[in-house]
């Protein structure tokens, strides 16, 4: 069956400068939910940017349901892999409507149709996204005057709206809290998509990815599903700490030490 997302000896590193990510290669299954873990400076960000389609790799190949990511066209890959990153500065003067209305665009006649009124089968699904992060009470208010965690539901219904077939998220349980993270990370593996988000908390990663890849210093450290993606030895390599990991609970406890 056809891959979702597959990297191929995937190199890349900033123009004139080394690799920042060597050889990667993996191949994600439709409707896989993916965490990438790993220290600060390992490569995750860079690897969901060259996923949805911000930045070419250097050598190598990245596949979209098949296809060579960098001969799809922007409008095309935007209709099939959405991306939940950190908001822009642009976004600030936006009404939350307006913002998620944004997820629409890959999916309009005419590129450049921008803000213009959504037709009624787009309203539709703007007003299911709104309804579904919960944004009902606050879809007319300026995205600015939102909290860290309202923005973050934000940029989440906007992918939705976009009805993407794979969803990157950089961080996306951020600013939310234990209840939000938890309604986010549910809601993402109820939606059927084939989801790829880098994830800081190793307990959340635990609980809700079928499958983790440790990132470190470019490199996939380990790749597999959690109990064994997530192993003392990897942490403490990955992480540069001592690892301790309590697995007589329901769930793995983990603990760090210098
Ligand atoms: N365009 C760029 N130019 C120069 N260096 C870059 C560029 N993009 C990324 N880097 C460097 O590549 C390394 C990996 O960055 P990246 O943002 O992918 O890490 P990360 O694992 O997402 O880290 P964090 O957990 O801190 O968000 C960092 O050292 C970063 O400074």
């Known amino acids: ?20 990510l060597s050889d990667i290669s993996l191949s994600v299954p439709k409707g896989q939910i993916v965490a990438i873990c790993g220290a600060n400076g390992a490569g995750k960000s860079s690897l969901l940017r060259l996923i949805y389609r911000y930045q070419p790799p250097r050598r190598g190949t990245v596949r979209l349901l098949g296809r ?3 001969l799809i066209n922007a409008p095309e890959a935007a209709r099939t892999v959405a991306a939940v990153l950190q908001e822009q500065p642009t976004d600030f003067a936006l009404t939350v409507r307006q913002i998620v209305a944004l997820g629409r665009l890959p999916h309009r006649k005419g590129w450049g149709a921008g803000l213009a009124t959504p037709g009624q089968q787009d309203k539709a699904i703007i007003d299911a996204a709104i309804v579904r992060m919960d944004l009902a009470t606050m879809a007319e208010r300026a995205f600015g005057t939102l909290s860290g965690g309202e923005r973050q539901r ?6 939705l709206a ?17 209840r939000h993270q938890l309604e986010l990370l549910a809601l993402l ?4 998509l084939t989801v790829i ?8 990663a635990a609980e809700f990815a079928d499958r983790v890849i440790v990132l470190h210093q470019g490199r996939v ?3 597999g599903p959690p109990e064994t993606a997530l192993d003392e030895p990897t942490l403490a390599r990955a992480f540069n700490v001592r690892a301790r990991i309590d697995r007589s609970g329901p769930a793995p406890r983990f603990s760090f030490h210098l």
């Open 68 to 70: 060579d990511l960098w």
């Open 162 to 178: 976009q009805e993407p077939q794979v969803i990157v998220l950089d961080e996306p349980t951020n600013h939310l809290d234990i």
């Open 197 to 204: 988000t880098t994830l800081h908390d190793l307990s959340l």
């Open 1 to 20: 069956m056809t891959a979702a997302v597959e990297l191929e000896s995937v190199c890349w590193g900033p123009k004139g400068q080394p690799d920042i």
């Open 221 to 223: 450290l380990s790749d």
């Open 189 to 192: 593996r109820g939606l059927g």
């Open 154 to 159: 934000v940029m989440v219904a906007r992918a």
